[in-house]
């Protein structure tokens, strides 16, 4: 089945640092992917759009500066957390839909777990 | 405006049947999604809901009713590895662009 995958699972970072997430569509093509996050015992809310060769679509109360997103192949998608907080820690989860199924099924990455000292 | 409502928490035992309920409103309808979510793991696809009906996939089966604007998850001989979260969620907007609306998801606990 499709797959997309995340990386790093995991990072620890110092306030103040950036730090970059990728997303990779492993097996099927994805003009757009999604970019989510979610924090301790609550559910996913959508932090943006991305989408390949234009510019990402962010949710209100996302900050396009804070967090940059590159969609540079069909197949890849990066986010940046920049100069990171403490406030920043949380699990981000990246998703894609493959265009070739009728589905309509929305599939996640791993997830990469964020935490700022 | 779009929501979405599903219980907390809920408890069973082990070779049990639970049922995990989910209601929603919407602007426009595109199907709804059920995932399931390890604590600590991204979520993992179980089932999409656009007809009304019930639609059955080994002990997992879902079931819709668009004019009610209600959904449910039914798990059947419950073991556990089931215990996870279990998230409802609807499309955003008019149509199945890949945006999802989740509910606040519902801890599933199953017992010895």
């Known amino acids: 089945g499709a797959v997309v995958s995340q990386h790093p699972s995991w990072v620890i970072c110092k306030s103040g640092t950036s730090v970059k997430i990728e997303c990779r569509s492993l097996?099927?093509?994805?003009?757009?992917m999604f970019w989510y996050r979610q924090f301790p015992k609550q559910s996913l809310m959508l932090m943006a759009t991305s989408n390949e060769g234009s510019k990402a679509t962010y949710e209100q109360g996302v900050e396009k500066d804070k967090f940059l997103i590159n969609h540079a192949s069909l197949t890849l998608s990066t986010l940046t957390v920049t100069s990171a907080h403490p406030e920043d820690s949380s699990f981000y989860i990246c998703?894609?839909?493959?265009?070739?199924?009728?589905?309509?099924?929305?599939?996640f990455g791993e997830g990469s777990r964020l935490t700022v000292l | 405006g779009q929501n979405i409502d599903q219980p907390t928490e809920m408890t069973a035992t082990e070779g049990a049947i639970v049922q995990i309920n989910c209601t929603y409103q919407?602007?426009?309808?595109?199907?709804l999604f059920w995932y399931q979510q390890h604590a600590g793991e991204a979520p993992t696809f179980l089932s999409y809901?656009?007809?009304?009906g019930l639609e059955e996939k080994g002990r997992f089966s879902s079931f819709l009713s668009r004019s009610k604007g209600y959904s449910y998850l039914l798990l059947k001989e419950l073991q556990m590895k089931d215990s996870a979260s279990y998230l409802c969620a609807v499309p955003r907007g008019s149509s199945n662009t890949g945006k999802l609306i989740f509910g606040q998801g519902t801890t599933l606990q199953v017992k010895p």
């Open positions: 998703s894609a839909r493959d265009s070739q199924r009728g589905t309509g099924e929305l599939f």
């Open positions: 097996d099927f093509q994805a003009t757009t």
């Open positions: 809901n656009v007809l009304d």
């Open positions: 919407t602007s426009g309808f595109n199907g």
